[in-house]
């Protein structure tokens, strides 16, 4: 089944730089990629998701990158503000079309202003 | 607010007790999925039911069994619980129609479940 890894584990930036989370999956199959934001007590939030046919996705201040050969996808944030702070899940799905997704363990990312 | 409504928010119960939770999809989604999330096993998939129908299942134990209603509603229940069953339980729904985008999927606001 589908593997994902995600680092680093915890992340602390200043208010204004950039943060990059990374991740790894195992299964080639794979053509969805998913990022999650959860605040604390909160429910796991969509943000972004990229699908394999593009490289690169784009929303404001996040971004996402697929390599596909290397099997590896990265949430990018640039001008980090307080209200980023929060854990970022990123996932893939497992099997056919429509089943589970497979989540990371999870980045907190704490901006300090 | 994603439009999933999961009850009830809060649960404290006894081990070996049972308990139902109930989830209500997105006006339109087909697909309920349940996760349980606990401190160190992260968000875990436990089962995926798709119009009334069982589609996949995860890490479930067989203490837990789930079903959708005709109305696209589902309830986990839990039973014979555990001081380890502590945790958060998220439905998320996803439209999960042929031709749509098949995996976006929008999460509940959870329940949280207290085992003393």
């Known amino acids: 089944g589908e593997n994902v890894e995600q680092h680093p584990s915890t992340l602390s930036v200043q208010e204004g730089d950039s943060a990059v989370i990374k991740c790894t999956y195992s299964d080639s199959a794979s053509n969805y990629f998913p990022w999650y934001k959860q605040e604390l007590g909160k429910r796991p939030q969509l943000i972004i998701d990229i699908r394999s046919n593009v490289g690169e996705k784009k929303d404001q201040r996040i971004a996402v990158t697929l390599n596909k050969t290397a099997k590896h996808f990265s949430l990018h944030i640039t001008e980090t503000q307080p209200e980023d702070s929060a854990v970022y899940f990123c996932?893939?799905?497992?099997?056919?079309?429509?089943?589970?997704?497979?989540f990371g363990k999870g980045t907190t990312l704490s901006v300090s202003s | 607010d994603s439009g999933v409504t999961q009850t009830p928010k809060h649960l404290i119960t006894a081990t070996g007790q049972r308990v139902t939770l109930r989830c209500s999809p997105r006006s339109g989604d087909l697909s309920v999925y349940w996760y349980q999330q606990s401190l160190d096993q992260g968000l875990q998939f436990l089962i995926h039911?798709?119009?009334?129908?069982?589609?996949a299942k995860g890490n479930i134990l067989e203490r837990f069994s789930a079903q959708q209603f005709p109305d696209l509603h589902s309830e986990l229940n839990l039973s014979s619980l555990e001081l380890g069953d502590s945790a958060l339980y998220f439905c998320?729904?996803?439209?999960?129609?042929?031709?749509?985008?098949?995996?976006?999927?929008?999460f509940g606001p959870g329940t949280r479940l207290t085992v003393t």
């Open positions: 039911y798709y119009n009334g129908e069982e589609r």
């Open positions: 996932a893939a799905p497992e099997g056919q079309a429509g089943t589970a997704l497979i």
């Open positions: 998320a729904s996803s439209e999960g129609r042929v031709g749509s985008k098949p995996y976006e999927q929008y």
